[in-house]
């Protein structure tokens, strides 16, 4: 066997001369294992393809009987072969035989071969197959062997991904690495995307596999890595003061690993079996990506995640290449991303994308919450689907079920576009409502509302005819930059978002930050409960700058016009009374430099705190108007997490007792002659709408896709045959029938489109 250093090199050159013969797939595997088991002394080399259907079988051998060749197959996990491609691990063993996993296949001959040298063939961490020496004699194969069949293993892969392996293919079986694949994530906003593939951080596509001088290549490595450092260096200096103490962790973790000597000496063993610079960055890496694959540890997963992160920095150095983050977006482009921030999405010209799909995130994430916002499809915690994907790759992307699909089959395709044409046609449908006023069959008028945050959704309201923003979530702008937003990015924003109201109300909420709404730039103390910690309007008491620079860009940019202002999380009278002081105090100052107060100014509490529902009679008469939150009062009545599916769903939030606190609410403001709106996700859905309808709502805000549905359901209602309805039911009817079995009576009675 070959234990000296030149040993591999040659083999590489002549694996390299081999490629580049004109010869049909079977031949070239052929003279590939021949050359391998020549080079390394072997009596037997094989080559498994990992197929389709998870069979290895054999492709091509040197040693073993012809006959077997496409013949002799094995599970994944079933022999040493299928121990490998299953681990992604390389196997040594001196007496094969002997190990437990051990398959007998008497078709291939192979009873006088003891020693066993196999490795996983990776591409992309994605194992492809299997390459295995065998020697008749007892003997133990060094690391630099094993090494030597790894570097053997990515050129291999490399083949076979660029190849036309087709004719090769067992009928029934595929090891087409371009097949379609489905990856199962979780939806976090709704619809359906068919678009084509961009990827966020591209991986870089190595072509220069087999290096002429290792010295250079180790040199050229060196500098790679030392541009590299320095680079991570001055990013972890840079915003040294900013950055929060859990961001700092991660960042001091990823340094560390740039810093890291096992890392380089991994490259550097892998030069020295005959690959250049990015090649060898490319087998570490597949390595490193396929035990990620198989981690199942968040923690090392994400460590493992910092490992290939830095070894696509590092190719990016050594081949200048992959930097184009798709600036040139094709015009229905998908972005796939491990993961990202809101900010990084909106730099991408977005009357190209129409879809967003992360391998990580949570719906509740930043992202997520400005994909929905601006109106794209996204899926998130869509497995590995980096790696198993590239750039203009055709893809479909299902926000109602979470699945993706990449190169999906033709039929497939089909059946996604009838999908898309029958939900345009109802969006069609809904457009032609825009015009008309939402008004009840028995003529009593409904107000309906945008929910809105960036000035990229305010658009919408042109298509919906909707009558206004109903809230306007002002911390978005604050979650998506990277610094603390000036008094003046303030006054411009709040001031483009009323210019393209164009006359119809908004209502601007103040910063509702903190808990899940985190903001980069601000530090933050990890929290038991961030729901229920410091955030919302504790934060902006305690933090009184923030508050009074954001009522001054308010007061500032209604330019003397009418402004609305909603107080978030008021659990207390006192606490709305106190922002009101800071509203008067801003306005005295303003009339003092001779400026235009904002006419009329109106200032309203968000009902959103159970708390405050004992003290109604005191907050309604200093409010202007009211407005429910029922996303945060629903989860603090019944005490489960609104982002927790497992418990948000176990409770109903039309059953009895929370529609009685609601009608509380609306009685109350009813009493005091105060306006109220539903401003939290109750008000989009058509039985939910109804239910809030029944108890004498009759102003509803909600995402600009849900202003159709929610019109067209309301031009067919009888609304006061509804709340006699309601009534009579809320007081004597059958307890044992509830209230969304008796709406949904109803809407059927009264021939409803829900
Ligand atoms: C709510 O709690 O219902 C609400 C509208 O506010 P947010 O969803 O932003 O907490
Ligand atoms: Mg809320």
Redesign the pocket.
């Known amino acids: 066997m070959v234990t000296a250093i030149g040993g591999p090199r040659i083999l590489l050159r002549q694996l390299r001369e081999t490629m580049a013969e004109p010869l049909a797939s079977q031949e070239r595997l052929d003279k590939i294992v021949d050359l391998i088991a020549e080079n390394m002394r072997a009596d037997v080399c094989s080559f498994y393809v990992l197929r389709d259907d998870g069979a290895l079988e054999l492709f091509a051998t040197h040693g073993l009987k012809r006959d077997a060749v496409h013949l002799t197959t094995l599970r994944l996990g079933e022999g040493l072969v299928g121990l490998i491609a299953a681990e992604a691990e390389p196997l040594s063993l001196q007496n094969a035989p002997e190990h437990p996993a051990f398959a007998y296949r008497p078709e291939t001959g192979e009873d006088p071969f003891f020693s066993f040298l196999g490795v996983p063939v990776l591409r992309a961490g994605q194992t492809l197959g299997v390459l295995v020496v065998q020697n008749q004699d007892r003997r133990i194969y060094g690391e630099d062997e094993t090494e030597a069949l790894l570097t053997t293993a990515t050129i291999l892969a490399e083949m076979i991904s660029t190849a036309d392996f087709d004719a090769l293919i067992t009928p029934g079986s595929d090891i087409d690495l371009r097949r379609p694949r489905v990856f199962e994530g979780v939806g976090f906003s709704e619809g359906i995307a068919l678009g084509q593939a961009v990827l966020h951080d591209p991986r870089v596509v190595v072509t220069n596999f087999v290096a002429d001088d290792t010295e250079a290549e180790k040199e050229r490595l060196n500098e790679a890595l030392k541009k590299m450092r320095v680079s991570i260096d001055d990013m972890f200096n840079s915003g040294d003061m900013q950055i929060p103490s859990d961001h700092r962790e991660i960042l001091e973790s990823y340094r560390m690993f740039a810093h890291d000597r096992g890392w380089a000496r991994r490259l550097e063993e892998a030069i020295d079996s005959g690959l250049t610079a990015e090649a060898a960055v490319e087998r570490v890496q597949n390595d490193t990506r396929a035990r990620m694959l198989r981690q199942t540890d968040p923690y090392l997963r994400d460590r493992l995640h910092d490992l290939d992160d830095l070894a696509n920095r590092l190719l990016r150095i050594l081949t200048g290449d992959g930097g184009d983050s798709g600036k040139d977006l094709p015009d229905n482009a998908i972005l796939v991303a491990r993961n990202m921030g809101p900010a990084e999405l909106l730099e991408y010209d977005r009357t190209k994308l129409r879809g967003v799909v992360l391998e990580e995130g949570a719906a509740t994430a930043h992202v997520a919450i400005v994909a929905r916002s601006v109106g794209l499809v996204a899926v998130g915690q869509a497995d590995s689907i980096v790696s198993m994907c590239e750039n203009g790759d055709d893809i479909i992307v299902d926000g109602f079920t979470g699945q993706v699909h990449v190169r999906p089959s033709p039929d497939l395709e089909a059946t996604y576009i009838d999908k898309v044409r029958l939900s345009a046609k109802r969006r069609a449908h809904y457009a032609a409502l825009r015009d008309k006023p939402a008004i009840t069959l028995d003529g009593e008028p409904i107000t309906l509302l945008h929910?809105s945050g960036l000035l990229a959704d305010m658009d919408a309201l042109k298509e919906t005819g909707a009558d206004g923003v109903g809230?306007f979530?002002t911390?978005l702008q604050f979650m998506i930059a990277s610094k603390m937003p000036r008094i003046k990015d303030q006054v411009e924003l709040y001031g483009e978002a009323i210019r393209l109201v164009d006359g119809k109300p908004i209502v601007f909420?103040l910063l509702?930050i903190g808990?899940d709404?985190v903001v980069p730039y601000m530090r933050s103390m990890a929290e038991e409960n961030p729901a229920m910690g410091w955030r919302?309007l504790r934060l902006a008491l305690d933090r009184p700058g923030l508050l009074r620079t954001q009522v001054r860009a308010l007061l500032q940019a209604a330019d003397g016009g009418p402004l609305n202002m909603l107080v978030?999380?008021v659990t207390e009278t006192v606490e709305f009374l106190k922002v009101k002081r800071v509203v008067e105090r801003e306005g005295a100052r303003m009339a003092k430099l001779g400026m235009a107060l904002p006419d009329p100014l109106k200032i309203g509490a968000?009902i959103?705190v159970p708390s405050v529902l004992f003290e109604l009679d005191e907050l309604l008469p200093e409010s202007d108007f009211v407005?429910?939150?029922?996303?945060?009062?629903?989860?603090f009545l019944t005490a489960a997490d609104?982002a927790n599916p497992r418990v948000a769903r176990s409770y109903d939030p039309i059953a009895r007792p929370r529609l009685r606190a609601l009608k509380q609410i609306v009685d109350a403001a009813a009493r005091h002659g105060k306006p109220i709106t539903m401003?939290?996700?109750?008000a989009g859905r058509p039985i939910e709408a109804l239910a809030l309808l029944s108890i004498g709502m009759t102003r509803l805000?909600m995402g600009a896709s849900s202003i159709g549905p929610i019109k067209e359901m309301i031009l067919g209602l009888d609304l006061k045959a509804l709340k006699a309805d309601m009534e009579a039911f809320l007081t004597h009817g059958d307890r044992a029938v509830t209230v969304r079995e008796f709406l949904m009576d109803v809407a059927e009675r009264q021939k409803l489109s829900l």
Do not use: A
């Open positions: 929910n809230l979530r911390e909420r509702d808990g709404k919302s978030p999380m968000m959103e407005s429910i939150g029922s996303n945060d009062l629903i989860q609104r401003c939290g996700e109750l805000s």
